[in-house]
C-alpha cells in the first residue's frame, strides 16, 4: 500500500536524510495503518543543518524582538484553524484519545500567545553604577543555534515549550522529535514557517535517538540544549554538554504522588485519581502513579477506584467514548508488563487489569489494561520508579507527615497532589512536597503554559519551561556607558 513520505525540514524545505535511510511510523492503535516514512538521519544532516541555522542567526537575531513575537502572534492563529487537523494526525501517530491531543495543540496555541506577549517584555536590569556620569543595565542575548530534542508524549506541546521562546529571544532552532512522532513537530515548524518565520531559523530533522542527537549535542556551533524525556537519556545528554561546555535545560521523569487525606471529599479525589492515573494511557511525565491513602478512607476509596477503573473503555483513541488509548510502542508495552511482574514478585495485590489487550478489536495495536496494585509500600521498585504506562500504585498512611515522608522518598520530584480541606495541612504540603509542583485538590497533570514546568531531584537540572524558559534561552550582558569623558576605575577611584 503507497503511504505519504515526509522529510527534514531544513531552510524551510523538505529534504531526504542525505543517506537516503527512511524509518516508518505507524499508528499504535492499529499497525497496519501506516503514517508515513520518515527521513532517518544522521551527522551529516546535523552538520549541513547547523551550517545553515547559523547563517540563519545572523540576521535572525537582529529583527526587533516584538516582530519575531507578531510571527509567533500569526502562528497562534494558524493553529487555532488547524486545530483538529492537527489532534487528529496526533492521535493517530501516538494515540492519546482526541480529546487530549486536541489539549496538546490548544496547549501549543496557549504558549504561541503567551510568549508573543513576552516579546515586548524582554525586560532587562537598569541599575545606579556606583560611579558618576556613568549608565549600568544588562540585557538579554540570544544563545545563536540551539539544539533541541523532544520525546512523544506531548509531540506539539512540549516542542512548543522550547521552540516559541527560543524564537522570540532571537535563536535559531534545530529539533529532533521522536521517531514516534515527527509528523506532529513537522505540523508545528510547517505552521511557523506559513506564519512568516524565515527560513533556516527553524529546521526539524528526524530520526533515531542519539544518531541525531549525539552529532546536535557535539557539534561546537550548536550553543545549547534543551532536551525532555527519560532520565537515563538525560544522563546520558548532560554528560556529554559537560564535555563541551554546553548550556543543557534537562525536564525528565517523575513518580508522581496523589495524597488523600482522611477529611478529603472523596469523590472529588476519585475523579482526580482516574484522571491523573490513566490519562494519556498513564505516559505523562507528571502522571499520577502512587496513591497515597489516610487508613481511614483507604478501603471505600479502593473499592470506589478499582471499580471506576474497571469501567474505563480502552480503544483508538479517536473514536467516541473512549477514555484510555494504546501505549505508544511495544516497548512500552513490555515496560508496563514488567513491572506488573516486578509487583507481584514484591507481594503488592492486582485489584485489577495486569496485562496486555490483545483480542478482537486490540488485535493490532499496543493495549493495556489500566492496572491497580494495592498493598504497596515505599520501598517496592513499583513505588519508586517510572513506569510509564496505565500502572498505578496504592500506599497507605497514618499521619500527615508519614505521607509526606513517603511522597518525598523517590529520586524524582516533578509533580504531587493534595487533597483536604484542611487549609494547614494544605500548606504543609505546599512547603513540604518536594516538587516543582504542587496541586491542592486537584490531580497531578494539568499545568498552564504561564507558570514555572519542571522538577526537582533526578526529573530535572534547575531550569524551568513556561515561566523561566527566556532565562535559558537567552544570556545575560551587563553594558556600562561611561560619559564622564575620563578614566574612571571601579573600586579604586571611588573608594574611601
Ligand atoms: P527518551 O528519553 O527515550 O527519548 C526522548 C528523546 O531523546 C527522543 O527524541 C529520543 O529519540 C532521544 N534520544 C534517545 N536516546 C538518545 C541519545 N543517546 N542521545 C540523544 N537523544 C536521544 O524518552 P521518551 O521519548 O520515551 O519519553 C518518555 C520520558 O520522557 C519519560 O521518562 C517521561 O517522564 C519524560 N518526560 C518528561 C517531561 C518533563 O517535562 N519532565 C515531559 C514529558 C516526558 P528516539 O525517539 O529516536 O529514541
Same mark, same amino acid.
Given at each position: 500500500?503507497?503511504?505519504?513520505?515526509?522529510?527534514?525540514?531544513?531552510?524551510?524545505?523538505?529534504?531526504?536524510?542525505?543517506?537516503?535511510? $527512511?524509518?516508518?511510523?505507524?499508528?499504535?492503535?492499529?499497525?497496519?495503518?501506516?503514517?508515513?516514512?520518515?527521513?532517518?538521519?544522521?551527522? +551529516? +544532516?546535523?552538520?549541513?543543518?547547523?551550517?545553515?541555522?547559523?547563517?540563519?542567526?545572523?540576521?535572525?537575531?537582529?529583527?526587533?524582538?516584538?516582530?519575531?513575537?507578531?510571527?509567533?502572534?500569526?502562528a497562534?492563529?494558524l493553529?487555532?484553524?488547524?486545530?483538529?487537523?492537527?489532534?487528529? *494526525?496526533?492521535?493517530?501517530?501516538?494515540?492519546?484519545?482526541?480529546?487530549?491531543?486536541?489539549?496538546?495543540?490548544?496547549?501549543?496555541?496557549?504558549?504561541?500567545?503567551?510568549?508573543?506577549?513576552?516579546?515586548?517584555?524582554?525586560?532587562?536590569?537598569?541599575?545606579?553604577?556606583?560611579?558618576?556620569?556613568?549608565?549600568?543595565?544588562?540585557?538579554?542575548?540570544?544563545?545563536?543555534?540551539?539544539?533541541?530534542?523532544?520525546?512523544?508524549?506531548?509531540?506539539?506541546?512540549?516542542?512548543?515549550?522550547?521552540?516559541?521562546?527560543?524564537?522570540?529571544?532571537?535563536?535559531?532552532?534545530?529539533?529532533?522529535?521522536?521517531?514516534?512522532?515527527?509528523?506532529?513537530?513537522?505540523?508545528?515548524?510547517?505552521?511557523?514557517?506559513?506564519?512568516?518565520?524565515?527560513?533556516?531559523?527553524?529546521?526539524?530533522?528526524?530520526g533515531?535517538?542519539?544518531?541525531?542527537? $549525539?552529532?546536535?549535542?557535539?557539534?561546537?556551533?550548536?550553543?545549547?540544549?534543551? !532536551?525532555?524525556g527519560?532520565?537515563?537519556?538525560?544522563s546520558?545528554?548532560?554528560?556529554?554538554?559537560?564535555?563541551?561546555?554546553?548550556?543543557?535545560?534537562?525536564?525528565?521523569?517523575?513518580?508522581?504522588?496523589?495524597?488523600?487525606?482522611?477529611?478529603?471529599?472523596?469523590?472529588?479525589?476519585?475523579?482526580?485519581?482516574?484522571?491523573?492515573?490513566?490519562?494519556?494511557?498513564?505516559?505523562?511525565?507528571?502522571?499520577?502513579?502512587?496513591?497515597?491513602?489516610?487508613?481511614?478512607?483507604?478501603?471505600?476509596?479502593?473499592?470506589?477506584?478499582?471499580?471506576?477503573?474497571?469501567?474505563l473503555?480502552?480503544?483508538?483513541?479517536?473514536?467516541?467514548?473512549?477514555?484510555?488509548?494504546?501505549?505508544?510502542?511495544?516497548?512500552?508495552?513490555?515496560?508496563?508488563?514488567?513491572?506488573?511482574?516486578?509487583?507481584?514478585?514484591?507481594?503488592?495485590?492486582?485489584?485489577?487489569?495486569?496485562?496486555?489487550?490483545? *483480542?478482537?478489536?486490540?488485535?493490532?495495536?499496543?493495549? !493495556?489494561?489500566?492496572?491497580?496494585?494495592?498493598?504497596?509500600?515505599?520501598?517496592?521498585?513499583?513505588?519508586?520508579?517510572?513506569? !510509564?504506562?496505565?500502572?498505578?500504585?496504592?500506599?497507605?498512611?497514618s499521619?500527615?507527615?508519614?505521607?509526606?515522608?513517603?511522597?518525598?522518598?523517590?529520586?524524582?520530584?516533578?509533580?504531587?497532589?493534595?487533597?483536604?480541606?484542611?487549609?494547614?495541612?494544605?500548606?504543609?504540603?505546599?512547603?513540604?512536597?518536594?516538587a516543582?509542583?504542587?496541586?491542592?485538590?486537584?490531580?497531578?497533570?494539568?499545568?498552564e503554559?504561564?507558570?514555572?514546568?519542571?522538577?526537582?531531584?533526578?526529573?530535572?537540572?534547575?531550569?524551568?519551561e513556561?515561566?523561566g524558559?527566556? +532565562?535559558?534561552?537567552?544570556?545575560?550582558?551587563?553594558?556600562?556607558?561611561?560619559?564622564?569623558?575620563?578614566?574612571?576605575?571601579?573600586?579604586?577611584?571611588?573608594?574611601?
Open positions: 500500500m503507497s503511504h505519504p513520505k515526509f522529510g527534514n525540514l531544513i531552510n524551510g524545505k523538505e529534504q531526504p536524510a542525505k543517506s537516503g535511510a $527512511t524509518f516508518f511510523n505507524i499508528n499504535p492503535a492499529d499497525h497496519r495503518d501506516i503514517i508515513g516514512e520518515f527521513a532517518a538521519s544522521n551527522g +551529516d +544532516d546535523v552538520n549541513q543543518t547547523v551550517e545553515i541555522a547559523k547563517k540563519a542567526f545572523a540576521s535572525w537575531r537582529l529583527v526587533p524582538a516584538p516582530k519575531r513575537a507578531e510571527i509567533l502572534f500569526r497562534a492563529n493553529l487555532v484553524e488547524r486545530k483538529e487537523q492537527f489532534a487528529r *494526525d496526533m492521535t493517530r501517530e501516538m494515540g492519546k484519545v482526541i480529546a487530549e491531543t486536541r489539549g496538546d495543540v490548544q496547549e501549543a496555541i496557549d504558549e504561541a500567545f503567551y510568549v508573543a506577549g513576552e516579546g515586548r517584555r524582554l525586560f532587562g536590569v537598569t541599575t545606579p553604577s556606583e560611579l558618576p556620569n556613568k549608565f549600568a543595565m544588562s540585557i538579554r542575548v540570544p544563545l545563536g543555534v540551539v539544539g533541541m530534542i523532544a520525546p512523544w508524549n506531548f509531540p506539539m506541546a512540549i516542542p512548543s515549550w522550547k521552540l516559541f521562546p527560543a524564537l522570540v529571544a532571537g535563536n535559531t532552532c534545530i529539533i529532533k522529535p521522536a521517531q514516534d512522532t515527527p509528523l506532529s513537530t513537522l505540523n508545528l515548524v510547517r505552521t511557523l514557517m506559513d506564519a512568516g518565520v524565515p527560513p533556516g531559523v527553524v529546521n526539524v530533522i528526524t533515531f535517538g542519539s544518531k541525531v542527537g $549525539t552529532p546536535l549535542i557535539e557539534h561546537p556551533d550548536v550553543r545549547a540544549i534543551s !532536551f525532555t527519560s532520565s537515563e537519556v538525560g546520558i545528554i548532560a554528560q556529554n554538554c559537560a564535555k563541551h561546555f554546553k548550556p543543557v535545560s534537562l525536564e525528565m521523569g517523575g513518580k508522581n504522588a496523589m495524597v488523600v487525606m482522611d477529611d478529603a471529599n472523596l469523590d472529588l479525589a476519585l475523579d482526580g485519581a482516574l484522571w491523573g492515573s490513566f490519562g494519556t494511557t498513564g505516559q505523562r511525565c507528571t502522571a499520577t502513579s502512587r496513591i497515597l491513602l489516610h487508613k481511614s478512607i483507604a478501603k471505600e476509596f479502593t473499592d470506589k477506584f478499582v471499580a471506576r477503573a474497571k469501567k473503555k480502552v480503544g483508538n483513541g479517536i473514536e467516541v467514548g473512549i477514555k484510555v488509548g494504546p501505549q505508544v510502542n511495544e516497548s512500552q508495552i513490555e515496560t508496563s508488563a514488567s513491572y506488573c511482574a516486578i509487583a507481584l514478585a514484591e507481594g503488592a495485590k492486582l485489584l485489577c487489569g495486569g496485562h496486555q489487550l490483545k *483480542d478482537g478489536p486490540y488485535a493490532h495495536g499496543t493495549f !493495556f489494561e489500566p492496572t491497580i496494585f494495592g498493598g504497596v509500600t515505599k520501598n517496592m521498585r513499583i513505588a519508586k520508579e517510572e513506569v !510509564f504506562g496505565p500502572v498505578v500504585s496504592l500506599i497507605e498512611f499521619t500527615i507527615e508519614e505521607a509526606i515522608d513517603i511522597a518525598n522518598s523517590i529520586d524524582y520530584g516533578l509533580s504531587t497532589a493534595f487533597y483536604t480541606k484542611n487549609v494547614n495541612q494544605a500548606f504543609t504540603a505546599i512547603r513540604d512536597l518536594e516543582g509542583i504542587t496541586y491542592i485538590n486537584a490531580p497531578t497533570i494539568g499545568a503554559v504561564h507558570l514555572p514546568f519542571g522538577g526537582v531531584k533526578q526529573t530535572g537540572n534547575g531550569h524551568r513556561g515561566l524558559s527566556l +532565562d535559558f534561552y537567552t544570556q545575560w550582558k551587563a553594558v556600562y556607558v561611561d560619559y564622564s569623558d575620563k578614566l574612571q576605575r571601579a573600586q579604586i577611584d571611588n573608594a574611601e
